[in-house]
């Protein structure tokens, strides 16, 4: 089954704690995104990545980190620099630079007290 | 002004009814619209994309009014399944070429029986 996977469902942390959210894609898809979705608002873009070894700052990077050493993961870090770190992370792809049609993987609800 | 608009609703229909939902986008440079569907606590699923000649698929109708910069969404004979948050997303063209896509807040849909 293809798709996009994402660990773990619900992570909880304390304040002061760097945290990794995982995202794994077998679609074969060139292009990852990281978004955060927070209660009634639109998602907003973190990071995005679309080669290997490459990756660029979304509208609000401040506070997170990436790394795309194998096209499969596109893992995210949250430090202890994000001032607000709660929220619904959502990890997305898409086939290439050619395509805007992009996919989800099942999010992971990070709370952070 | 927001990038692209919604109402947020909620659209409460019952069921077998016809709904419609427009959705506003600021960059007139916009090249490519879609909408997806997001269940409560869900990720966010490609509903479908939008075309300048409009597209059906079943039920649901889209249609592209580049002049005036909206896009809707036509939903027929609702059904209970079809509640959920309605996201109208449009491409961006940012200055690294980075084509992403710039997600609606959502308009909710409520179908009773």
């Known amino acids: 089954d293809g798709g996009i996977t994402q660990s773990p469902k619900y992570l909880f942390r304390k304040e002061g704690q760097n945290v990794t959210l995982s995202c794994e894609q077998n679609l074969n898809h060139d292009a990852m995104y990281w978004y955060r979705q927070d209660p009634g608002q639109g998602l907003r873009l973190i990071y995005y990545s679309q080669i290997v070894n490459d990756f660029q700052k979304g509208d609000i990077a401040e506070g997170y980190s990436v790394s795309r050493e194998k096209k499969e993961s596109f893992p995210l870090t949250v430090t202890s620099a994000q001032k607000n770190p709660t929220a619904f992370y959502l990890c997305?792809?898409?086939?290439?630079?050619?395509?805007?049609?992009?996919?989800f993987g099942p999010g992971t609800r990070l709370t952070v007290t | 002004r927001k990038e692209v608009e919604q109402d947020p609703g909620p659209f409460n229909v019952p069921e077998g009814a016809t709904v419609a939902f427009n959705c506003t986008y600021s960059?007139?440079?916009?090249?490519?619209f879609f909408w997806y569907r997001q269940d409560c606590r869900k990720e966010p699923k490609l509903l479908m994309s939008?075309?300048?000649s409009g597209n059906e698929d079943g039920r649901f109708t889209a249609q592209l009014n580049r002049a005036s910069q909206y896009i809707s969404l036509l939903i027929r004979d609702s059904k209970l399944s079809d509640s959920a948050t309605y996201l109208c997303?449009?491409?961006?063209?940012?200055?690294?070429?980075?084509?992403?896509?710039?997600f609606g807040s959502g308009t909710r849909l409520q179908v009773q029986p």
């Open positions: 939008v075309y300048s």
């Open positions: 960059n007139s440079a916009s090249q490519s």
């Open positions: 997305a792809s898409s086939l290439s630079g050619r395509s805007y049609e992009q996919y």
């Open positions: 997303v449009v491409n961006r063209k940012g200055d690294t070429g980075r084509r992403a896509l710039t």
